[in-house]
């Protein structure tokens, strides 16, 4: 039925809506057949769709375990996990195993079935536990075809295992099949990580400029409002910084670190792709000037863009000086939108923006304190002290700021420290007023 054009939509139905028994004999019917069907044009969605939602952990296995050993019936009883556990059962055949699943991944390569997640898995397996030779070969075999494995993490493994493992002449190949596609994988939950690994180790930091980051950066309005497509203009800015990537991200690319085809100093190469980016970057923040402080998960870059840009970055510090005073404060009730100083995000950023301060100036560099006071509505900063969260800026600004601006802050705030003393609710008032003594 799984084979028929029709009779694989009753298989459907039943699989949706019939009982918990029906569900265990369909899911067992197809034992010892699924290498076959996986390669059927209609039974394959079957076989996928068993995988993916119906099977049992160790039914999963038992499918799988027909891709590593032919033989497989004999040691289904057996807890094999993985393909390394088939092998190590199976040690005195190891290469006729690894040789089994090389010739029925090979016949799937150029089909549709490219797509499917128990494909993905096989590969996966596979690339962990065959030679160099095995995997050079499976890669000049699939170096144009990884676009179709993005969506799930084993086949964004396997696309990661290939860009590690190839040659240059073949990285070249899988950048090349990327074309046009490259914002579609940075907005996928898996596919991004492809990105993140060919920034990570691919030397030719001109290909990867002109095959990724110029098709990446013309949609970067579109890139960064998604969750996954802003780690990787993150990824540009902060690579493998543990401030901003959770463990699993770096552990995962760490993985390529051994590559023999990146022979480039990584410091280097990091710094090619961020000069590449960084004009496209710098213009996307002014653009969105004033949002971009109450954006937490990609504002709080910010800081170590500036620092980055150098010198280059003192028209943006003054930009940001410039949003940040654009209106006094007022409290606001409700839902209404609270002034940058107030709201939690955009208040951390700007202590974040003043905590640099000190060092910039040691460069000879535009700070962010100076860059506040220097502004013509320097004066709004006085607004401030009517928010428990301004008093602790006004607090970090002093404390950021060199001895001229400090007199400089005291003498806007003179005339406020009456109002001050009235609000000994604020802690922040409190820390204040010590601090203007």
């Not at 150029?110 to 898995?121: A, G, Q, V, W």
Request: with cysteine; hydrophobic share 40%; net charge positive.
């Amino acid at each position: 039925m799984a084979k028929e054009k029709y009779a694989r939509f009753l298989l459907k139905k039943i699989l949706v809506y019939g009982t918990k028994e029906q569900k265990e004999t369909i899911v067992n019917s197809f034992t010892g057949q699924v290498t076959k069907l996986i390669k059927h044009s209609y039974a394959c969605q079957i076989v996928e769709s068993l995988f993916n939602e119906y099977a049992s952990h160790k039914q999963r296995n038992k499918m799988l375990m027909e891709f590593y050993d032919p033989t497989f019936a004999l040691l289904h009883n057996q807890t094999c996990e993985s393909l390394s556990a088939v092998l190590e059962a199976q040690q005195y055949s190891k290469e006729t195993i690894l040789n089994n699943i090389k010739q029925i991944l090979t016949t799937c390569v150029d089909k549709t079935i490219l797509m499917f997640s128990i494909i993905h898995r096989v590969f996966l397996e596979f690339f962990k536990n065959c030679d160099q030779k095995q995997k050079t070969e499976m890669i000049e075999l699939l170096s144009e075809q990884l676009i179709h494995m993005v969506h799930t993490r084993d086949g964004a493994s396997v696309a990661m295992q290939c860009i590690w493992n190839s040659s240059a002449k073949e990285r070249k190949k899988i950048i090349k099949s990327m074309k046009s596609f490259v914002v579609k994988i940075a907005l996928e939950e898996h596919g991004h990580m492809i990105l993140l690994a060919i920034f990570d180790s691919v030397d030719d930091t001109k290909l990867i400029s002109k095959g990724i980051l110029d098709e990446l950066l013309r949609s970067i309005d579109q890139v960064i409002e998604n969750d996954y497509g802003r780690k990787v203009i993150s990824y540009l800015i902060a690579p493998r910084d543990s401030r901003f990537f959770i463990k699993d991200y770096v552990n995962r690319l760490e993985q390529g670190d051994s590559s023999e085809t990146s022979k480039k100093d990584p410091e280097k190469r990091r710094v090619e792709l961020f000069d590449h980016s960084k004009s496209h970057i710098l213009a996307y923040i002014k653009k969105h000037i004033d949002s971009i402080l109450f954006n937490g998960s990609f504002g709080i870059l910010i800081p170590l863009f500036l620092e980055k840009l150098g010198s280059e970055g003192d028209d943006l510090t003054k930009s940001l000086a410039d949003s940040i005073l654009q209106q006094a404060y007022e409290p606001v009730n409700g839902s209404d939108k609270k002034h940058c100083v107030e709201e939690s995000a955009s208040h951390f950023i700007i202590k974040k923006l003043l905590a640099t301060s000190l060092g910039k100036e040691n460069k000879s560099l535009l700070s962010m304190s100076a860059a506040i006071l220097q502004n013509d509505r320097a004066e709004n900063i006085t607004s401030w002290i009517d928010c428990n969260r301004g008093c602790f800026l006004l607090v970090n600004l002093i404390e950021t700021s060199n001895e001229k601006n400090k007199a400089e802050i005291k003498k806007l705030l003179k005339s406020s420290e009456k109002d001050l003393k009235q609000k000994i609710n604020f802690q922040g008032a409190k820390l204040l007023l010590e601090k203007l003594k």
